[in-house]
Antibody, heavy 118, light 113 residues
Framework: EAQLVESGGGLVKPGGSLRLSCAGSGFTFPNSWMNWVRQAPGKGLEWVAQIKPQADGGSTDYVAAVKGRFTLSRDDSKNTVFLQMNSLRIEDTAMYYC?????????WGQGTLVAVSS | DIVLTQSPEFLSVSLGERATIECKSSQTVLYNSNNKNFLAWYQHRPGHPPKFLIRWASARDYGVPDRFSGNGSGTDFTLTISNLQAEDVAVYYCQQYYASPPTFGQGTKLEIK
């Protein structure tokens, strides 16, 4: 069965950093487009970032609100993607979901909670 | 960015009845070269991660009951849930993937009347 498992969330002060991980299993991870989608408390869904398969160039794309602060990378030998989040802001507080799909999110993980607070 | 506006924001429907959710895009999401609408629908039930329902505006994902149907083209789309069941209580989102960044509607909260 295909699944995604996120980890790395937690409480961090404004300006701090966190690295989220997402491990995939049960599907061909190297061929998969990987995304992060977040949901702030009481708000709707927001697409955050995407990384293409290495076979498609491995390029990344980000929503404007996180460009220059977040970096998405992948290690296909570990079937894992990493979201490095720097210069965190209070408005980055959200549940972060790892998903698969080319801009759509077909498979979702359970999410990892990021709280940015002083 | 493409803005998706869903209506209504809240919907209350009796068991066994039909629920209809609208999603209007600020610009077309129809790609002329393949005649496909780059519009998806998701269900987000309380205590669960969101679930992918429909792609290309009307193509249900594997295992999605045929009670769920999507329609529309260009800028106007609908998600219809027929024969409403208790497990359909959720927030429903449309999403466009025509242009980057992919954007979601604000959500429609569906409850049982």
């Amino acid at each position: 069965e295909a699944q995604l498992v996120e980890s790395g969330g937690g409480l961090v002060k404004p300006g701090g950093s966190l690295r989220l991980s997402c491990a995939g299993s049960g599907f061909t991870f190297p061929n998969s487009w990987m995304n992060w989608v977040r949901q702030a408390p009481g708000k709707g869904l927001e697409w955050v970032a995407q990384i293409k398969p290495q076979a498609d160039g491995g390029s990344t794309d980000y929503v404007a609100a996180v460009k220059g602060r977040f970096t998405l990378s992948r290690d296909d030998s570990k079937n894992t993607v990493f979201l490095q989040m720097n210069s965190l802001r209070i408005e980055d507080t959200a549940m972060y979901y790892c998903t698969t799909g080319p801009r759509i999110s077909i498979l979702w993980g359970q999410g990892t909670l990021v709280a940015v607070s002083s | 960015d493409i803005v998706l506006t869903q209506s209504p924001e809240f919907l209350s429907v009796s068991l066994g009845e039909r629920a209809t959710i609208e999603c209007k895009s600020s610009q077309t999401v129809l790609y002329n070269s393949n005649n496909k609408n780059f519009l998806a629908w998701y269900q987000h039930r309380p205590g669960h991660p969101p679930k992918f329902l429909i792609r290309w505006a009307s193509a249900r994902d594997y295992g999605v009951p045929d009670r769920f149907s999507g329609n529309g083209s260009g800028t106007d789309f609908t998600l219809t849930i027929s024969n409403l069941q208790a497990e359909d209580v959720a927030v429903y989102y449309c999403q466009q993937y025509y242009a980057s960044p992919p954007t979601f509607g604000q959500g429609t909260k569906l409850e049982i009347k």
